[in-house]
């Protein structure tokens, strides 16, 4: 069965720090993987994705993620964090069978706050 | 391009009841799959529907069920609601024909409250 754990329940870093939020996952093969955003009361919105080749994925928001097969991790980065970044942030895996990648698996997690 | 709706927003029901929630993909979509998020497990999946069939299904009990309409519109119902049953449940959208992946668009979500 596939697995997320997001190590990091809450994350607080100051405006213009860089960020880091960990991913793991466990999954039989390379499968999708990708980190969601959400603002309170919102839905999720979608950062980035990795399916194959570069490992190094941009997405929006100036946010990019680094797929590890090594360490089955895919940790999101950004260099310089911006007030309006606060949200809990979720990564997500999906698998490549038959309708499974629309079956994503959900990590915990990671409340980030941002100090002014 | 509207986005994904969900109808109603907030829902407060009491033990025992039932409730149906109510998705409307973006035009063209044709899967939507719902989850569940609760504080203590999170975001699961519930199940997907494609062309008016179930086609994935996560593991909740059969008081969760769905259906889609033949214009891709989705619902969801939960019969005998259990306190348990409170929580954001989201729909989310995706053109979706075949094996491939294609990129979920997710609504605002109907908060559920039981008491």
């Known amino acids: 069965a596939q697995s997320v754990t997001q190590p990091d329940i809450h994350i607080t870093v100051s405006e213009g720090a860089s960020l880091e939020l960990r991913c793991n996952y466990s999954?039989?093969?390379?499968?999708?993987l990708f980190w969601y955003v959400q603002s309170p009361g919102q839905g999720l919105q979608l950062l980035l994705k990795y399916f194959s080749g570069d490992t190094l994925v941009q997405g929006i928001k100036g946010f990019e993620a680094e797929f590890k097969r090594s360490q089955s991790s895919f940790n999101l980065r950004k260099p310089s964090v911006h007030w309006s970044d606060a949200a809990e942030y979720f990564c997500a895996v999906g698998g490549k069978g038959p309708g499974s990648a629309r079956q994503l698996t959900f990590g915990s997690g990671t409340q980030l706050t941002v100090l002014p | 391009k509207a986005g994904v709706t969900q109808t109603p927003r907030y829902l407060i029901k009491t033990r025992g009841q039932q409730v149906t929630l109510s998705c409307s993909p973006i035009s063209g979509h044709r899967s939507v799959s719902w989850y569940q998020q609760t504080p203590g497990q999170g975001l699961q999946f519930l199940f997907e529907y494609f062309s008016e069939t179930q086609r994935n299904k996560g593991n909740f009990p059969g008081r969760f069920s769905g259906r889609q309409f033949s214009n891709s519109r989705s619902e969801m119902n939960v019969s005998t609601l259990e306190l348990g049953d409170s929580a954001l449940y989201l729909c989310?959208?995706?053109?979706?024909?075949?094996?491939?992946?294609?990129?979920?668009?997710f609504g605002p979500g109907t908060r559920l409250t039981v008491l």
């Open positions: 999954y039989g093969a390379t499968p999708y």
């Open positions: 989310a959208s995706s053109l979706a024909g075949d094996n491939s992946y294609n990129e979920q668009f």
